[in-house]
């Protein structure tokens, strides 16, 4: 089967600039996650979407982040306006949902640089 | 709530020799326990999970951990490294409330010929 695809695989952006990321989750996958991660941790969950609703995003920041989910299968992920600190690499994950604790699958990342 | 502790942040052994990545977890509940490992520029793979059926779990690459309640550890081993291994490995900790997953810091394996 097919992985979860994201991209564009890198970006390079000045401060307050605005920029987005894109995903495809492995094909029925109803689960979604957004995940940040900065050099030298571990990744962060953003946000997680059941199909096209958001189950949890406590720890987006709001104010400059936003996602999407429409038709519930790919996702994206918009930063507006971007901060130095927004520097990681963004990791969209998928499950296949539903009962039970299933891994989840992660694709290659994208990795932003902020100017 | 639940945590992980991972207690190296760098492990360095020679091909051929053993390699282990120590994890200890804290949790509320009977948690459910797995490792990834994460390639230079990739996304994480699942190596292993436990999720409260035999202790001793079996995973890809010739890699196993095994889950101790009393101790509340899940170290990883590998009885012979190779130079593939080299990669960052992430201990997780999924709530069984919601699944959602907590990382551990990290512990970056490098492999000497």
């Known amino acids: 089967e097919a992985g979860v695809a994201q991209s564009p695989r890198y970006k390079i952006i000045e401060k307050r600039q605005s920029v987005a990321f894109w995903c495809n989750p492995i094909s029925g996958h109803a689960t979604l996650y957004w995940y940040q991660q900065i050099l030298g941790q571990g990744p962060k969950l953003l946000i997680q979407?059941?199909?096209?609703?958001?189950?949890?995003d406590s720890q987006l920041p709001k104010d400059r982040f936003s996602a999407e989910r429409l038709k519930g299968v790919d996702s994206t992920l918009k930063i507006q306006p971007a901060k130095l600190e927004d520097s990681a690499v963004y990791l969209c994950?998928?499950?296949?949902?539903?009962?039970?604790?299933?891994?989840?699958?992660f694709g290659d990342g994208t990795r932003l640089s902020i100017l | 709530a639940q945590s992980v502790t991972q207690l190296d942040s760098h492990v360095s052994v020679s091909e051929g020799t053993p390699v282990l990545l120590r994890c200890n977890y804290s949790s509320s509940y009977s948690p459910s326990l797995f490792w990834y490992v994460q390639h230079p520029n990739k996304g994480l793979q699942l190596l292993l999970k436990?999720?409260?059926?035999?202790?001793l779990v079996k995973g890809i690459n010739g890699f196993e951990a095994e889950f101790k309640k009393s101790e509340t550890s899940f170290h990883l081993t590998k009885p012979s490294a190779h130079m593939s291994d080299a990669a960052e490995y992430f201990c997780?900790?999924?709530?069984?409330?919601?699944?959602?997953?907590?990382f551990g810091a990290g512990t970056t394996v490098t492999v000497r010929a």
């Open positions: 997780v900790v999924s709530r069984s409330n919601d699944y959602k997953l907590s």
């Open positions: 994950a998928s499950s296949p949902g539903g009962q039970g604790n299933q891994p989840q699958h």
């Open positions: 979407f059941q199909n096209n609703g958001v189950v949890d």
């Open positions: 436990y999720t409260s059926a035999a202790t």
